[in-house]
């Protein structure tokens, strides 16, 4: 008997009846995942309406017949994907949308830790009938972005968030926190946000964090030690740093890492930019010379003060520019005939606020008396909450305000958030000094990357996953409400699938099978198998969707997404200001007009 090999899949599902352990049978369904004559069979399988919110979180079970998913309606929901029935399901505390759910390890599949918008924590045992909560942790102060479990520990997880810390949690030292930037649990602690983070499953000592300075920082997170535990991180802090990167193209930008994801094998990372494309390191592939972050572009210094120019005004909720039937605002000028009374009024408010805030007069008022510098807040403070809550400009100007709204700011959501709430962000930000990692202090090494894959569009929302599927190829969601499949050596497209009307936020493949799940503004969890009959992938369309995407991420930058009553009372304000302003600039005039 001849030793399978998991490049020829059907060699292997020829041989698996003859074939012994379980090697052979992971053969097979590593060759089922490598086939692209099978990836270009995917359809539609079954789309389960299990939430009342956008889905911005996925994560399958141990044994893959189950999936956990996060949502906008604060509530943890397990499906079985193969009788579609839900199995456990909890209303949890969460006071705002749910970002990131796991499993916690060797738990039965039952225990779920998860956090959201407003930075809380839970560990959920999804198995009792009333509410679940075993713990509940308040530390992070501003959002928490994801959640990390460790391979094999059932006590342990990891969280990051806005404020710039990532925190590892021992539920035999403490099941509970009540306290707000708390400083017991930090490992990592630095200047902005923390956006996602990454554990390598084959090595899970290291762990990979995302930042948006678009910076990936890897550590030994063996030499990483917590205040609770009795140590002082700072004497550990040169041993810990392993490398830090970017991508070429984005070294002296700050664009916020949206997804981190290490290979099968751990050699590999891929890393999802917002406003930018997707990219692959190899962390064994180590540059000779070493950084010095001191100088480097891995510590560039956030400016939250500065505003960047504004081209384009965006209601939140306005899902316009998504979706399969999206096009660039030129093409729209031109098909759009009799635009509706709505879609009119929208577009004459922002046009009449975005020239108002990008007047000089207007910026002098700001900007010259002090008692109208708080009225200058809210231009910045509407830039930086939009980049934290749905990461809609490419530059990040960093704030640690809570987040507002969902990931995927769903209308179903409280998108009229007071906007002081935004204004005074600047002022209550905490920064954990005295504790953790900071960042600008070490020497470390860096990657290259090995590859970009361009044609997806990463803009509207802060959660954009990308992940590896098989050991040939990555995927990724994009806000054309497509997911997006790439040769991971070639970077060539191979597969297109629809997958919301809107944007494809969540992507899990399955552990082993050839199956894929999905989730974004659609209030739907979408699974995929390859049941068609014969592959089918349109090239044509594909590269003229690719063209599409091109243009509308250009037009998306610089644009900021702000609240109906946000933008009301800017306007009003502006206005005010614009009068108080008059008399002087009259004043002006007639003292010229005398001189002449």
């Known amino acids: 008997m001849s030793k399978m090999t998991s490049k020829n899949f059907f060699r292997n599902v020829r041989d698996l009846p ?3 352990g379980h090697r052979d049978r992971a053969n097979m369904y590593t060759s089922c995942k490598d086939s692209k004559d099978l990836l270009q069979r995917m359809q539609l399988s079954k789309a ?3 939430h009342e919110g956008c889905v911005n979180t996925l994560c399958w079970n141990s044994r893959g017949d189950c999936i956990l998913s996060g949502s906008d309606d604060q509530r943890l929901v397990i499906t079985d994907c193969f009788t579609h029935k839900i199995v456990a399901e909890q209303k949890t505390v969460h006071k705002a949308n749910i970002f ?11 225990v779920v830790v998860s956090c959201s918008g407003e930075g809380l924590i839970l560990v959920t045992d999804m198995t009792r009938k009333d509410m679940g909560q075993r713990s509940i ?6 959002t928490t972005y994801n959640v990390q479990t460790v391979p094999g520990d059932s006590n342990t997880f990891l969280s990051c968030g806005e404020d710039g810390t990532v925190r590892f949690f021992d539920l035999r030292q403490r099941s509970n926190c009540l306290q707000s930037s708390c400083n017991e649990d930090v490992i990592v602690s630095w200047e902005g946000a923390v956006t996602t983070m990454a554990v390598n499953q084959m090595r899970p000592f290291q762990l990979a964090i995302g930042c948006s300075d678009s910076t990936v920082r890897l550590f030994d997170r063996r030499m ?18 392993l490398c830090a990167f970017t991508a070429p193209d984005l070294e002296n930008s700050l664009y916020r890492v949206t997804s981190l994801k290490f290979s099968p094998n751990g050699e590999d990372i891929l890393v999802s930019y917002s406003a930018d494309y997707l990219y692959l390191f190899n962390v064994n592939e180590i540059a000779c010379n070493a950084l010095d972050t001191s100088s480097s572009s891995s510590t560039r210094k956030l400016n939250s003060k500065s505003a960047p120019p504004i081209k384009r005004l965006r209601l939140r909720g306005d899902w316009s520019d998504t979706g399969p039937n999206a096009r660039p605002e030129s093409e729209e000028q031109i098909s759009q005939v009799r635009p509706t009374l709505q879609a009119t009024l929208m577009q004459r408010m922002t046009d009449v606020l975005a020239r108002m805030l990008n007047d000089p007069a207007t910026r002098l008022a700001l900007g010259g008396v002090s008692d109208n510098q708080r009225a200058d807040r809210p231009v910045a403070a509407a830039s930086q909450s939009e980049e934290n809550a749905i990461s809609d400009s490419a530059p990040v100007r960093e704030s640690s305000s809570p987040l507002p709204s969902s990931s995927s700011a769903g209308p179903t959501m409280s998108d009229d958030r007071d906007s002081d709430d935004l204004i005074d962000s600047d002022e209550e930000k905490v920064v954990n000094d005295d504790v953790g990692l900071h960042l600008s202090r070490t020497d470390v090494m860096t990657p290259c990357a090995r590859q970009k894959y361009v044609g997806h569009r990463n803009a509207r929302t802060m959660i954009k996953e990308a992940s590896f599927w098989g050991d040939n190829y990555v995927m990724s969601g994009s806000d ?6 790439w040769d991971k050596n070639t970077a060539e497209l191979v597969m297109l699938m629809e997958a919301d009307k809107h944007v494809v936020n969540s992507l899990q493949p399955h552990p082993y099978l ?6 974004g503004i659609d209030h739907d969890i979408k699974l995929w198998a390859p049941m068609a009959e014969t592959p089918y992938f349109d090239i044509l369309d594909a590269d003229r969707l ?17 609240p109906a009553s946000f933008m009301i009372r800017m306007l009003a304000c502006l206005n005010q200001i614009r009068r108080g302003s008059r008399p002087l600039a009259r004043q002006r005039r007639q003292a010229s007009a005398d001189l002449s």
């Open 18 to 20: 003859y074939s012994q």
């Open 48 to 50: 389960l309406a299990v």
């Open 100 to 110: 990131s759910a796991k499993y916690l390890a060797e738990n039965d599949d039952s």
């Open 137 to 142: 942790f308040k530390c992070h102060y501003g």
């Open 224 to 241: 990483l030690v917590t205040k609770s535990a009795g140590g002082k991180p700072e004497e550990h802090f040169r041993k810990s740093a």
């Open 480 to 485: 054309c409400g497509h997911v997006f499949v």
């Open 514 to 519: 050839p199956l894929l799940a999905t989730s």
């Open 546 to 562: 690719m063209v599409r995407n091109k243009i509308m991420l250009q037009e998306t930058r610089d644009t900021i997404t702000v």
